[in-house]
Structures are given as C-alpha cells and as structure tokens.
C-alpha cells in the first residue's frame, strides 16, 4: 500500500496569511494526488484533483502543485472559513489512502 | 444538483451485521463508480470499498476485505455497503462518495453523502 504522510500535523496561522501543507507518497504516484478541505461534522470536500487542478467553484486561493512523491498545497491569504482540517490522498491505485491530516488554527 | 444520502448506521453488537443505503439524485447514476470512505470518531479519512458504474468491478481495503460487500442497483440509484462479523474498530461515520469519472474511476471523490454513523458496542 501508498503511504502518505502530511507535515505538519497542525498550524496555528492567521488570517491573510500564506499557509503551505506538504504531503509525500511513499512512491511515485505521478500526479494522482488531491486535497480536500473537512470542517467539524461535514463531510470533506474535494479542492485540488491530480496535484494542480482546481475543483469546480473553489477559490483561487488555493492551488496545488508537485508530482512523483511530493506535493503542496497552498493557500495564498487565508481566509476565516478556511479553518479547517486538510487531508491529501492518493489515486494512483488500490487502496486509496489519505494523509494523517493538517488541522489549521486561528493564531 | 448532486445528492447522496446515506441511512442504515446505528449501534450494533460485534459480530452481527449491518447494510447501508445510499441513495443519489441529481446526476446519471449508471454513469459513475462509486465508493464507501469512513471515519472513526476523531480520527482520518479511511477509504473502504469502490464498485464500478455498471457493478462489475469492485475493489476493498484490507481492513474490510472479506467481510464488507458494495454492490449498486442502478434502477434505484442506490448504493449499498454489507458489513459482516462488525468489528469495535469498525465504529465510524461511512460516507458515500462520487468517482468524478464517467464510465471509469479516477480514484478521488467530488460528492460526498452527509455521512450515517455506526457504533459497534455490546
């Protein structure tokens, strides 16, 4: 199975803020990679399709990039309702797998 | 718009069993794989099963392997997940989730359900 590991585990950050969260594949999964957002007792919701393609209606402000087994998500001036847990996975192949999560905090 | 609801969770024994719903609405049903994804209560993202747009293909983690069945009927746009021999460590939220891929699956997940908590405790 893929690992995939997110650093860091959580961030305290402000608002407007530049926020990056890092995830690494244990292998190369090219650039089958994605980023969802999750807020407390929602369902995720999917921002970043393979490493650098914007989802359907999310904002600008965050973008997704790397490939092969290291990966970035950025968010460019952090806005309120982007505090939030961060997961990164994987669709390269069976199974699936996630990043253990990025919780970020208001500083 | 695209919808998922799931039903079926609640608490149950270990050892017993237990099927999820997943009705979907608002896009072509047939057309699209779909997957189970669960979360234990505080923990991540764990994806469990996927099934293909027309039911011939599934695949599982190997946490549920053997004792989980996904299966569809496309008739009643509904989704299905059999869980077998119920563990503790199955207790999570099961989310249903959409394959973005027409005919395929892409592997990531573009709509999600609301989730339906099961509980397994004696």
């Known amino acids: 199975d893929i690992q995939m590991t997110q650093s860091p585990s959580s961030l305290s950050a402000s608002v407007g803020d530049r926020v990056t969260i890092t995830c690494r594949a244990s292998?190369?999964?090219?650039?089958?990679l994605n980023w969802y957002q999750q807020k407390p007792g929602k369902a995720p919701k999917l921002l970043i399709y393979d490493a650098s393609s914007l989802q359907s209606g999310v904002p600008s402000r965050f973008s997704g990039s790397g490939s092969g087994t290291d990966f970035t998500l950025t968010i460019t001036s952090l806005q309120p309702e982007d505090f939030a847990t961060y997961y990164c996975q994987q669709s390269d192949s069976t199974p699936f797998t996630f990043g253990q999560g990025t919780k970020v905090e208001i500083k | 718009q695209v919808q998922l609801v799931e039903s079926g969770g609640g608490v149950v024994q270990p050892g017993r069993s237990l099927r999820l719903s997943c009705e979907a609405s608002g896009f072509t049903f047939s057309s699209y794989s779909l997957h189970w994804v669960r979360q234990a209560p505080g923990e991540g993202l764990e994806w469990a099963a996927v099934i293909s747009y027309d039911g011939s293909d599934t695949y599982y983690a190997d946490s549920v392997k053997g004792r989980f069945t996904i299966s569809r009927d496309n008739s009643k746009n509904t989704l299905y997940l059999q869980m077998n021999s119920l563990r503790a460590e199955d207790t999570a939220v099961y989310y249903c989730?959409?394959?973005?891929?027409?005919?395929?699956?892409?592997?990531?997940?573009?709509?999600w359900g609301q989730g339906t908590l099961v509980t397994v405790s004696s």
């Open positions: 989730a959409r394959d973005p891929s027409r005919l395929a699956v892409a592997g990531h997940f573009d709509y």
């Open positions: 292998q190369s999964i090219s650039a089958y």
